[in-house]
């Protein structure tokens, strides 16, 4: 039982890989570079951990089974993966539309663009 947990977990990192990649470079089409879009997903996944790890620290002395804790959040992450493609096409439809025209040439272009990135 322990090796197929042992798996599950490395296949679990190599998810969270491949998703921080493709989130990269969605949003490098999307805020017009690769080094923005990088700076950006790093800085989410990289504060997300820090900030989930502060919030279940407080409560996971209270679980009896952490592992199915752990489990649920695994698959809100999936289902997140799953519609990301979906929300990503609704965001940057709108934002193209209803925002990049209002603020084209100026500096709150840019900070609408992280902003939106960062959602």
């Known amino acids: ?54 919030v279940v620290s407080r409560w996971t002395t209270r679980l009896k089974e952490p592992l199915y804790g752990y489990v649920a959040v695994e698959l809100v992450v999936g289902c997140i993966g799953l519609v990301f493609h979906d929300v990503f096409r609704l965001t940057t439809g709108w934002a193209y539309h209803a925002i990049y025209p209002h603020l084209a040439g100026s500096w709150a272009l840019t900070a609408a663009k992280w902003g939106i990135a960062a959602r």
């Open 1 to 54: 039982m322990i090796k197929v947990l042992y798996f599950l977990f490395v296949l679990s990192g190599a998810a969270g890989l491949i998703y921080e990649s493709i989130w990269t470079r969605y949003l490098g089409l999307f805020v017009g570079h690769d080094a923005y879009a990088q700076i950006i997903v790093l800085v989410i996944f990289l504060g997300g951990m820090s900030a989930g790890a502060m």
